[in-house]
């Protein structure tokens, strides 16, 4: 059967299968999702890019996946009919939580896929429970069986015990080489069940991802859980409270594939003209307009960002760019936020809101790719909730906005709940790394004979201080870490100032617990007088707290800069090394007559 | 001297062996081809044919003692019945210690070269091993000795000031033994760590430390203090010169006057366009040997580049500094405010560079060129 002629079959309810793939981030769940496209024939081979659902170059590049990609395989079971297999892609970071569960509520199932030689890490965990939350029907499948590392019953011992999943079942799949994947296939017939719902009532689909067309406007990828839609229906999107006309709706094979109606159970994509992401965001119900359901379904939640950056131009000139290419990508992102912001130091720029770091790496990255601007980016921070002594409660996005401590009655930060897996010999370092960053320890647990899983509640903003990057020192790499944020919790937290040349630099400023603030004073100046270039005249770098100095480093002037060889005759070549010289110094910002580098910038994230 | 006539510069690209900081084009065969080199100089000579007579003739390198006494006659010959060679013009020889024999003095004085610049570098055998020279400091001071007792009209000792393992200390002694011995002129440099050296490789992974720009600006300014108290003018960046021994080809390029430089990778400069031959011996050797222009880069300055360009040349002068006329319109504001910061000193539109400047020299540039 052709490709063509299998997308124009229909496909009954009955013999229809929802499934995510759940995995580590090198675990090898895009290779997999790969072969099983291939293994369908729904991609020829040769025209298969390798990790072909990651549309990105960005994820490709870094090996992740951002935004979910869906794809629907059309598989032949050993009954001799053709089931339509829904593969429902998942983004695979921690900043990713709310979209993954979007992706899962669309699924009845999921493929739990492990490394055979490395084990569970803590993300896998953690998607695993959010699929378990869901009830979906877990198929666990132990990948890379071909590696000579690979210890398939060590692991499945691991899972059986920090799980509770029966592995007696699993399937052993080496993605790579092809190995297991049509008993793969077979499995999900056997073991997923087929999607329930009611034909008869109004349509409820939900949103589980989307992303801007810059042709066909906005993408929506959705699951249809109760009556059908058609092209040309009327629309209602029930949390975004706006109607639009379907203007084309089909299914992903895994390009776009127009058909003429889903029903109950399917999974596919809609277009209905909508110019901006907001208008129909991940979680979001859609109806029929004449006719809408009475309820939506359950568990809209706008993404909410957590940490926030100044993002500036280097050029000041480039302010109006930066904010179109914001606009941009606002188009294709709907959890980020920013506002303009105007710095002492730094000129007009944006705070940018983020889901979280990667999220806050990833939008600088396409910005200055994707748009060719210069950017310099303030080091990142947690918006913290503020009481004032009139009562009245802010929100503070901008260390530099803190209002003067007499104003302050309480400063709350937000709390994560955070899960490290560890080998058992680094327990010891990991719960000292946690108890220094203001830790509460919630559990211990092991999770396999070496493996332990510790689950602390830390501050956000300590996770967002080089948390990771320590974590993976004190364990040589081999603890693993997931988080999400539980609430908000007040402490004894201040602001340090950074100032140069006795000028404060807002964009330098940073909130800290009271109790770190003198060491994390001292550490700063040490790390802007590493990072700040010598000048033609004495730098001084002072960190204080209100009025007070608590450290303070000092840069010597520089006294040569002269180049005292002639070149024989080659007038060129010092000419285009001074024009070289002067195109660098206008890379850095200039705060006073002190030239900033970039790195001094993201130096208030390191501790030591 | 007309306008069109130029300053007649030769890149001998031959060494014994390449030291470590070099980055000249230049190749260390065990046996020099003479002839093929000499002939395709000759070549581009008689391609160029640049107005004459000239009014200076400077042979550098590259090792100029390592060209063979014949064939540098062959070229001499050449340049002065082709061409011409201005009477009294300065006609300047690079050599290395080793070469400098009684011998070698004698051919080329004969040849009518009356300057010879001497490569000394330093005059501590630790300070020429590291950097890799082959001559020990005795070689250096026999063959200043030679050159000072053989008649030429003038002649220069180069050294080198910012030596891995350098100290202050023995800089100034250092200094002090140059001055005993007597040269009328004396280039001092700066060691530039030049990327993609044998030096650069070495500083990277830490093998070699060089002296820090703090303790550079110490020895040059030790150099200033000992050799103008000793009776040098110090009147070019990294020149000095007893009274009447200034260089004159030199001058060429900080007075943007023409220069014809022949041979790989060397320079020209016609009061229009300046180019760059092909640093490799072959490729350039392979062009003429075709009947083609050497070249690798040739471009005509816009009127804002070669303003700049006469600037940026013209103070390196410290004896009579740079003229900012016609172009003072532009400059003036930021001059003034470099003037106003003590680094340099501003008559009139003309700019010389003061005590304090001349270490920030790159700074004052960088101001101009706004």
């Known amino acids: 059967m052709t490709r063509k002629s299998r997308s124009q079959t229909r496909i009954p309810r009955e013999r229809i299968r929802n499934f995510s793939i759940i995995a580590h981030i090198d675990h090898g769940k895009s290779t997999l999702a790969d072969r099983l496209l291939e293994v369908t024939e729904t991609v020829d081979k040769r025209a298969q890019k390798d990790q072909f659902l990651d549309k990105m170059d960005l994820e490709r590049e870094r090996g992740i996946t951002i935004k979910s990609q869906t794809a629907r395989l059309v598989h032949t079971a050993p009954d001799g009919l053709d089931y339509a297999l829904n593969l429902i892609d998942t983004p695979g970071h921690v900043d990713f939580t709310y979209e993954v569960s979007r992706s899962l509520k669309a699924c009845e199932g999921a493929l739990l896929v492990v490394d055979a030689s490395q084990g569970v890490e803590a993300q896998t965990l953690a998607n695993v429970y959010l699929a378990l939350e869901e009830n979906l029907e877990l198929i666990t499948v132990l990948n890379k069986i071909d590696l000579p590392a690979a210890e398939p019953d060590r692991v499945k011992a691991e899972i059986e015990s920090a799980i509770g999943l029966e592995t007696h079942d699993a399937i052993n799949v080496s993605a790579k080489e092809g190995h297991g994947v049509p008993e793969l296939l077979d499995a999900i017939v056997a073991r997923l069940p087929a999607p329930k719902g009611d034909a008869e009532a109004p349509p409820r689909a939900l949103i589980f991802d989307s992303w801007y067309d810059p042709y066909r406007g906005v993408i929506i990828m959705m699951r249809v859980f109760d009556g059908s839609l058609k092209k040309g229906q009327k629309v209602r999107f029930m949390a975004g409270k706006a109607d639009y006309e379907v203007l084309e709706i089909g299914v992903m094979e895994p390009d776009m594939t127009p058909v003429s109606e889903l029903g109950v159970g399917e999974v596919g994509y809609l277009v209905c003209g909508i110019k901006e992401i907001r208008d129909a965001r991940v979680g979001d119900t859609v109806t029929d307009a004449r006719k809408p359901a009475e309820k939506p379904l359950a568990g809209f939640k706008p993404a909410q960002p957590m940490v926030f950056a100044g993002i500036f131009p280097v050029e000041g000139h480039e302010f109006e760019n930066l904010r179109e290419a914001l606009d941009k990508l606002a188009l294709n992102d709907a959890a980020i936020s920013y506002e303009a912001e105007t710095s002492g130091a730094l000129g007009f720029g944006f705070r940018v809101g983020f889901l979280g770091l990667l999220h806050m790496e990833i939008v600088q990255e396409r910005l200055e790719r994707e748009f060719d601007l210069d950017l310099v980016t303030t080091a990142p921070s947690v918006v913290y909730k503020v009481v004032q002594t009139n009562g009245e409660e802010i929100l503070v996005e901008n260390p530099k906005l803190l209002p003067p401590t007499q104003n302050i009655e309480t400063i709350s930060e937000p709390i994560v709940r955070a899960t490290v897996h560890t080998p058992q010999e680094y327990v010891g370092a990991v719960l000292k790394l946690c108890e220094e960053r203001r830790g509460v320890q919630k559990e211990i647990a092991y999770v396999g004979p070496s493996r332990v899983m510790v689950t602390y509640e830390l501050p956000l903003s300590e996770i967002i201080l080089d948390f990771f990057d320590r974590l993976k020192t004190a364990t040589r790499g081999y603890a693993s870490l997931d988080y999400e944020v539980i609430g908000f919790r007040s402490d004894d937290l201040v602001k340090v100032d950074v100032l140069i040349n006795g000028d404060p630099v807002d964009a330098l400023a940073i909130i800290v617990h009271r109790a770190a603030s003198q060491s994390r004073g001292r550490v700063l100046c040490k790390k802007m007088r590493e990072i700040l270039p010598r000048q033609q005249f004495e730098i001084a770098i002072q960190a204080a707290i209100g009025g007070k100095i608590i450290a303070r480093e000092t840069i010597s002037a520089y006294r040569k800069n002269v180049t005292a060889k002639c070149y024989g005759g080659d007038i060129t070549r010092k000419r285009k090394l001074l024009e070289k010289q002067k195109a660098g110094k206008k890379r850095m910002k200039q705060v006073g007559n002190v030239e900033i580098p970039q790195a001094a910038f993201m130096a208030i994230l390191k501790t030591e | 001297m007309s306008a069109g006539v130029a300053g007649l510069y030769v890149h001998f690209p031959y060494c014994t062996h390449r030291c470590t900081y070099c980055d000249f084009p230049l190749q260390t065969p065990r046996r020099v081809p003479q002839r093929a080199f000499t002939d395709a100089l000759l070549a581009e000579l008689a391609l160029r044919a640049p107005a004459g007579p ?317």
């Open chain 2, 54 to 370: 000239a009014p200076t003739l400077y042979v550098g390198g590259g090792t100029p003692s390592l060209w063979a006494l014949p064939e540098l006659a062959r070229f001499v010959c050449a340049a002065r019945d082709g061409i011409g060679v201005a009477d009294g013009a300065e006609v300047t020889l690079e050599a290395n210690p080793g070469q400098v024999d009684d011998a070698w003095v004698a051919g080329v004085l004969a040849l009518g070269v009356n300057r010879v610049s001497l490569g000394v570098q330093a005059l501590r055998d630790d300070h020429l091993a590291a950097l890799t020279r082959r001559h020990s400091a005795d070689d250096a001071i026999a063959a200043v000795r030679r050159l000072a007792g053989a008649g030429f009209r003038s002649y220069s000792v180069d050294l080198i000031f910012g030596v891995p393992g350098q100290t202050l200390a023995s800089w100034r002694e250092d200094l002090a033994r140059a001055v005993a011995l007597g040269a009328p002129h004396l280039s001092v440099y700066g060691l530039t760590v030049e990327p993609g050296t044998l030096l650069a490789r070495d500083v990277a992974r830490g093998a070699v430390t060089v002296p820090d720009s703090d303790l550079q600006a110490d020895l040059f300014e030790a150099a200033r203090e000992a050799l103008c108290s000793a009776g040098y003018e110090h009147y070019e960046v990294s020149n000095y010169a007893l009274p009447g021994h200034a260089a004159v080809h030199n001058h060429r390029y900080w007075d943007g006057l023409p220069y014809v430089g022949l041979g790989p990778g060397a320079h020209g400069w016609d009061g229009r366009a300046r180019w760059k031959n092909h640093p490799r011996v072959k490729r350039w050797q392979e062009a003429l040997a075709q009947g083609a222009l050497p070249e690798v880069e040739r471009a005509e300055p816009d009127a804002a580049t070669a303003a700049f360009e006469r600037v940026m040349t013209g103070l390196r002068r410290l004896d009579t500094g740079v003229d900012l006329a016609p172009d003072e319109a532009r400059f003036l504001p930021a001059a003034r405010a470099q003037a106003a910061l003590g680094r340099i000193e501003l008559a009139g539109t003309r700019i010389r560079l003061t005590d304090a400047g001349l270490l920030l020299m790159d700074d004052v540039l960088l101001a101009l060129l706004g």
